[in-house]
């Protein structure tokens, strides 16, 4: 049971450059979110999706999109890479948007270097 | 605004009981979730309390005041494995809309 998958692991890019972090999740789960990390800031939210074709801008979506054509697959892109991005980004996936316990299972992280 | 606070870093013995407190200011409230952080790791759930009072699991207990926006971690008989940041995160509503704090780093020693 794969879980949540995130890819790549680490990353360097150029400024300027875009790309894509894959997520993709195997317990069809109905929503997915994007958090990057950073030290003393703790996990700020980017993007999010409710199910597919859904999304929605969290705490910090600027430079970035997302799309949900699947209910496994959420990409994130990065449009046009800035040193402002480098960062440890996180995937993650729960079952529900419900006052039960649906907590978040989140992928192995990317850790992202833009020089 | 939504603002959770949380200590930067603790230190605590092997064997010991240590507390990790939250206080929180949020737009709304459906439940609190601590999580663990290993370095270089993801966060993996610990507990979750969205009615008052204390919640135990094992080593590890978790208390709401939601009067008070205050929660704490409490984790029993210290292993050197417990070493690791702990996240405190609010859910506040819709669409995984989990607030964090910055997560308190904790180590422990022999």
């Known amino acids: 049971n794969a879980g949540v998958t995130q890819t790549p692991k680490f990353q360097v890019l150029k400024t300027g450059q875009s790309m894509t972090l894959q997520c993709a999740q195997d317990?069809?789960?109905?929503?997915m979110s994007w958090y990057r990390q950073d030290p003393g800031m703790g996990l700020r939210l980017i993007h999010y999706?409710?199910?597919?074709?859904?999304?929605d801008q969290g705490e910090v979506p600027n430079g970035y999109n997302v799309s949900r054509s699947t209910t496994e697959d959420f990409p994130l892109r990065l449009l046009s890479a800035a040193p402002s991005q480098t960062s440890v980004y996180f995937c993650a996936s729960s079952t529900s948007d419900a006052t039960t316990n649906e907590k978040l299972f989140f992928g192995s992280g990317t850790q992202l270097s833009v020089l | 605004g939504q603002n959770i606070d949380q200590p930067t870093e603790m230190t605590a013995t092997e064997g010991a009981i240590v507390q990790i407190n939250c206080t929180y200011q949020t737009s709304g409230f459906n439940g609190l979730f601590w999580y663990q952080q290993h370095a270089g790791e993801a966060p993996t759930f610990l507990s979750y309390n969205v009615l008052d009072g204390l919640e135990e699991k094992g080593r590890f207990s978790s208390f709401l005041s939601r009067s008070k926006g205050y929660s704490y971690l409490l984790l029993k008989e210290l292993q050197m494995k417990d070493s690791a940041s702990y996240l405190c995160a609010v859910f506040t509503g819709g669409g995984n809309k989990l607030t964090f704090g910055t997560g308190t780093q904790l180590k422990v020693e022999l």
């Open positions: 317990m069809n789960h109905e929503y």
């Open positions: 999706s409710v199910g597919a074709g859904i999304t």
